[in-house]
């Protein structure tokens, strides 16, 4: 509790109190050992988020102010007066920890001020991760925020992610995205012919090696919807998903990232082609066995595999994985499950 003081030149003999009143919010006075009051200062006043500092024996001010929800700065004002805090806005993730969205620019010097007065509020709720997304225009916080402990967790073209892990427990925060996911698209007509390409860049430039479709699945995009882009997009030639004949995960492949890629089977529903100029140095339909008998595709085991997968679902004896749509306890949004639905003899 804080008193009013009762009269001109009032000692007090203590040093700091610290203010309990406000759960959610930590305050201290600090004062020298003796301070003398003038006559006319005004009776003291506390709100959330204000620090009162006097260093000064004879100039010793009490002021009071408001704070708002908006994320702000911490204003730090002259000798003797008032130190007014104000806490970053945050959001509760589902695993104890904040979000903190920062779309308001500040001085480096002031972010560091917020930044610790938020971290002691968090700790004393008990919180442990803290996720700090700075949008690029903000890029000048990243050093202050690395100073005061905290690491890169991934980037994006618009906005940088920095955590924080506040309790002196084991760090459990999950780490940056590992994999990347490619597909590999088969593509047979009734001729059983497939569709390949000879590309401009990349490990097979130059190479006269033809190899199926591939790429790369973007962000929130499903694998077999990847797989029909890519093939319009390199070729110009319409398909339908069939299935996912089979996976592959490799390690350190991209950026020191793992890698899944998937091998699709799909079926054209258009046999013209108009190749990706940028891209493809020329695409063609060609028939299985030539292509099967390329000197590299017999070297490598994984694409011997991939013969046989191929070989043996065109005879009708292999059944890969169809997507199936459906909904999760995780998100209201449209994903699919890719199953064996031959086996499950659905009608």
């Known amino acids: 509790m804080i008193r009013s003081l009762p009269r001109p030149h009032a000692l007090l003999c203590f040093k700091t109190i610290n203010l309990s009143c406000f759960p959610n919010h930590r305050f201290s006075v600090s004062f020298a050992t003796h301070l003398t009051v003038p006559r006319k200062s ?41 130190e007014q805090v104000k806490i970053l806005t945050a959001t509760n993730d589902d695993h104890g920890g904040v979000i903190v969205e920062m779309k308001e620019p500040l001085e480096s010097g002031v972010f560091i001020s ?54 002196e427990s084991a ?18 007509n009734e001729k059983r012919e497939v569709l390949v390409v ?45 299935e996912v004949l089979a996976f592959r995960q490799s390690h350190k492949s991209f950026f020191e990232k793992s890698d899944l890629f998937f091998v699709c089977m799909l079926r054209p529903l258009s046999l013209d082609i108009q190749i990706q100029e940028s891209e493809i140095e020329v695409a063609q339909w060609m028939q299985f066995e030539e292509y099967a008998s390329q000197p590299f595709v017999q070297k490598h085991d ?23 749509p459906t909904t999760s306890p995780f998100s209201n949004e449209k994903s699919y499950l890719y199953l064996n639905s031959r086996d499950l003899n659905w009608h």
């Open 42 to 82: 005004p009776s003291p006043g506390i709100s959330t988020g204000i620090k009162f500092r006097a260093t000064s024996p004879r100039d010793i001010r009490f002021m009071s102010a408001s704070v708002n929800s908006s994320p702000a700065a911490e204003q730090v004002v002259a000798e003797n007066e008032v």
């Open 114 to 167: 917020v930044l610790r007065a938020s971290i002691s509020q968090w700790r004393q709720q008990g919180k442990k991760g803290v996720w700090i997304k700075l949008p690029i225009e903000l890029v000048n916080l990243v050093e202050a925020a690395i100073k005061e402990g905290f690491w890169f967790h991934h980037a994006e073209p618009k906005y940088i992610m920095l955590v924080y892990w506040i309790p």
């Open 198 to 242: 000879q590309e401009k860049s990349g490990l097979f430039r130059g190479t006269g090696v033809w190899k199926f479709p591939t790429g790369v699945v973007d962000e929130g995009e499903d694998i077999c919807a990847a797989a029909v882009r890519e093939v319009k997009e390199e070729t110009g030639v319409e398909t339908e998903f069939v």
């Open 171 to 188: 760090n459990t925060l999950p780490a940056n995205a590992t994999h990347r996911v490619g597909i590999g698209a088969v593509v047979m």
């Open 302 to 324: 994984l694409f011997r595999y991939m013969i046989d997968i191929c070989l043996t679902k065109r005879d009708g004896k292999y059944s890969g994985f169809s997507p199936v």
